[in-house]
């Protein structure tokens, strides 16, 4: 698909959150210009109750006035759409089959546990962080596997588990900063630890994972108007 | 890829009412491969369950050459990937794509788990559950007349991806309304679905997979009790 103009294409999203860092980092892997559209803190804009009807959630892409949700389905659509750039899925069905399943543990197991450290205390606390580790060291095995000894779990270049995980870096951060632990640690998940150096690093990331301190500061104020950082989805 | 597999090339790990193992074996029938069905017994998991699954420990697993591959829409995906020659289960375009992905994710996140509480619930609670319910069918019903464009099947004049995500669940939902003496699908406010139910059951690759509404209110009575009994879900 030649390069549209940036009107073409639209994200509507947030800074701060992960799923909508995912999409940008996709459209930068392919070199798209986007209008990105910033929804306000606490109210939902008429685009997004129209566009997302189902969720009201963001990301939602716009690509040619129809609207896409759902972030991971979002990158795949991307993928699929702007097929002469850089592929972001493995060529190989049973590699997709892997990476697939991993990002859908980083939204159904992992994310959700490190949400929960936040508002955790004492021997809750203790055994939620351990569930996440353990979460954290299957991932280790599963970059182990999947990098051959390369840079990403894509290989040479980031790819689909890259993006679906790495966007969780600046909140993973945040939240060791927060509750006072560490997660990610050259111990126990040495090659995460690098790569999410070199995640950070890459061309198409730069600049989109937010500085720990600012998550931790928009943090405090989801508190204030929600009674819990990260209290909901 | 050739169809001359033989079925020990190809292994589905899983039980007769799970929904999420019919999904892997209509696509299976779709690309017309032949498969070793290995039944698990309720209450307990095989050695090469624990073995092929070790992170979920649950079923559907596809074992293809060795190699596992857990999750039921992964898997289905991989089913249509590998066998490439076979009919397609997804669509080919993009947003067509995007669009079947994201109501099956429906499916699984919002409406199965609407699904489930409905038969041990009870008055108020009950009501709420069976209105949220028939909600999103409303949505699903949309969701068919505009992705079947008058034809039998969300995905056309064949099954397809969300036919299957979605269809696999039809033996419970009938279940459901059974023994919790509701009616979820109807004519008045969901009739293409109706319509789709009859015609999806009736093809050629789901015949004899969506158990006999008996069966499961009988297996849901034994789970029930035995989970009465032992006093843990």
């Excluded at chain 1, 993973?172 to 632990?181: D, F, S």
């Excluded at chain 2, 019919?22 to 090469?48: D, M």
Aim: glycine share 8%.
């Amino acid at each position: 698909m030649a390069n549209s103009s940036s009107t073409d294409v639209k994200v509507l999203g947030a800074w701060p959150s992960p799923f909508v860092i995912r999409v940008r980092i996709a459209l930068n892997i392919k070199s798209v210009k986007y209008e990105f559209l910033e929804e306000t803190l606490g109210s939902k804009s008429q685009l997004l109750l129209q566009s997302n009807p189902v969720y009201k959630k963001i990301p939602v892409l716009i690509h040619g006035g129809k609207s896409i949700s759902e972030s991971l389905i979002i990158v795949q659509y991307i993928d699929e759409v702007w097929n002469s750039g850089p592929s972001i899925l493995h060529s190989d069905p049973y590699d997709r089959a892997i990476e697939r399943f991993w990002a859908a543990y980083v939204d159904d197991k992992l994310f959700p546990s490190m949400k929960l450290i936040n508002t955790a205390q004492g021997e809750e606390k203790a055994a939620i962080v351990e569930q996440a580790i353990e979460g954290l060291v299957l991932l280790e095995e599963a970059f182990q596997k999947s990098s051959k000894g390369k840079a990403f779990f894509g290989g040479d270049r980031i790819g689909f588990l890259d993006i679906a995980f790495g966007s969780m870096l600046g909140w993973l951060r945040a939240i060791e900063k927060m509750g006072g632990v560490k997660l990610l640690d050259e111990a126990k998940t040495p090659g995460l630890v690098q790569w999410a150096e070199c995640f950070c690093a890459d061309g198409a990331v730069k600049g989109i994972i937010p500085d720990t301190e600012k998550l931790v500061e928009f943090a405090k104020i989801l508190v204030k108007m929600k009674g819990a950082p990260l209290g909901k989805n | 890829m050739a169809n001359t597999s033989s079925t020990h090339d190809v292994k589905v790990l899983g039980a007769w009412p799970s929904p999420f193992v019919i999904r892997a074996r209509i696509a299976l029938n779709i690309k017309s491969v032949e498969y070793e069905f290995l039944a698990e017994t309720p209450g307990s998991k095989s050695q090469l369950l624990l073995q092929s699954n070790p992170v979920h420990k649950k079923i559907p697993v596809l074992i293809h050459r060795g190699k596992p591959i857990a999750e039921s829409l992964v898997i289905v995906q991989y089913i249509d990937e590998v066998w490439s020659s076979g009919p397609s289960i997804l669509p080919s375009d993009p947003y067509d794509r995007a669009i079947a992905r994201f109501w099956a994710a429906y499916v699984d996140d919002k409406f199965f788990p609407s699904l489930r509480p409905i038969k041990s619930a009870q008055g108020e609670e009950k009501a709420a559950l069976v209105k949220q319910v028939n909600e999103g069918l409303v949505l699903l019903e949309e969701a068919f007349q505009k992705s079947s464009k008058g034809k039998a099947f969300f995905g056309g004049d064949r099954i397809g991806y969300l036919d299957v995500a979605f269809g696999s669940m039809l033996g419970w939902l009938r279940a459901t309304e059974k023994m919790g003496e509701v009616k979820l699908l109807d004519e008045a406010k969901t009739p293409g679905l109706v319509q789709w139910a009859e015609s999806f059951c009736a093809d050629g690759a789901v015949k004899g997979l969506i158990p006999d509404t008996e069966k499961i209110v009988e297996f849901a009575k034994l789970i029930a009790a035995r989970m009465k009994g032992s006093g843990s879900s």
